[in-house]
Nanobody, 124 residues
Framework: QVQLVESGGGLVQAGGSLRLSCAAS????????MGWFRQAPGKDREFVAT?????????YYADSVQGRFTISRDNAKNTVALQMNSLKPEDTAVYYC????????????????WGQGTQVTVSS
């Protein structure tokens, strides 16, 4: 089992920044692909970003956040963070941390483990 707990959400004005953090416990953190997803009201959950340890820290981003968001992980502390800059009202959503052993599965949103989510609200 892997337990994931997100923190760092909140209310911010458009153009502002927030940093989300996800603390993982349980199995060997470095063995898992870690990612962030989000779900806005009335919409499906969507992929935001992912990071892989064993490929030199490779990261992937959704086109909508490329250049504004940065994902990072600290395997020593079992944490993964999402730095969000230049936030837009359309970034408003519940953000979820996720973990899976498979990159392809994670990017499809078929993840073995999910956090409970943290709300991010961007006002215009």
């Amino acid at each position: 089992q892997v337990q994931l707990v997100e923190s760092g959400g909140g209310l911010v004005q458009a153009g502002g920044s927030l940093r989300l953090s996800c603390a993982a416990s349980g199995r060997t953190f470095s063995n898992y692909v870690m990612g962030w997803f989000r779900q806005a009201p009335g919409k499906d959950r969507e992929f935001v970003a992912t990071t892989i340890t064993w490929s030199g820290g490779t990261t992937y981003y959704a086109d909508s956040v490329q250049g504004r968001f940065t994902i990072s992980r600290d395997n020593a502390k079992n944490t993964v963070a999402l730095q969000m800059n230049s936030l837009k009202p359309e970034d408003t959503a519940v953000y979820y941390c996720a973990a899976d052993r498979s990159l392809s599965q994670l990017r499809l949103g078929v993840c073995a483990y999910w956090g409970q989510g943290t709300q991010v609200t961007v006002s215009s």
